[in-house]
């Protein structure tokens, strides 16, 4: 069944570098972020945990978690910790969850209910393992990104989307493209001139379904 934005996201029981964890008691009350790879020792892959590491002050100020999902085993997440903090220069503060069952993949709808791992698997048999998932607090799918085995994944943009959900979340507003923070928002097309005019202020009016206002907070 496929997972889509606002769906729930499903529950599970695993094993990660840290130990047991259960999906949606771990979330607690956070937004959280799972971000999945088809393989240990890989190289893209070591440059992108690296550069979620370097993040982390990031994800602390946010009060966000983040969570990485490999179908390879608990041993080998421990023994690749050390190669991703090697390359990228920071310690790997969040957990890897194990998902040699592939339950969780499927779970995800990231591989086909049929998919298993043959003996002496490489990365193309687990290729479209490579998404990011933005959850919210109420368990909710907010954003997903999926990514070829040959584009690493920009973490400057995930944080950026973030960003974005967590403003909409919380305020009748919508991000523009190309939109960054602290730049002019979309007002909902749902909340009315005065309305807006109460909440935002000044605003300017673009197209009648097109007004802007500087960002809340």
Known sequence: MALRINDTVPDFSAESNVGPIRFHDWIGENYAILFSHP???????????????????????????????SVDGVSDHQKWISDIEDVGGASVDFP??????????????????EAYLPDGRTP????????????????????????????????GEILRALDGVMLSDGHPVATPANWVPGEDVVIKTTVSDEDAKAKFGEFKTLLPYLRMAKAPG
């Open 39 to 69: 393989k240990d020792f890989t190289p893209v892959c070591t440059t992108e945990f690296g550069a979620v590491a370097q993040l982390s002050d990031e994800w602390a100020k946010r009060g966000v978690k983040v969570i990485g999902v």
């Open 96 to 113: 890897i969850i194990a998902d040699e069952d592939l339950e969780i993949s499927k779970a995800f709808d990231m591989l086909p209910a």
């Open 124 to 155: 193309n048999d687990t290729a479209t393992v490579r998404s990011v998932f933005i959850i919210g607090p109420d368990k909710r799918l907010r954003l997903t990104m999926t990514y070829p085995m040959f584009v690493g994944r920009n973490f």
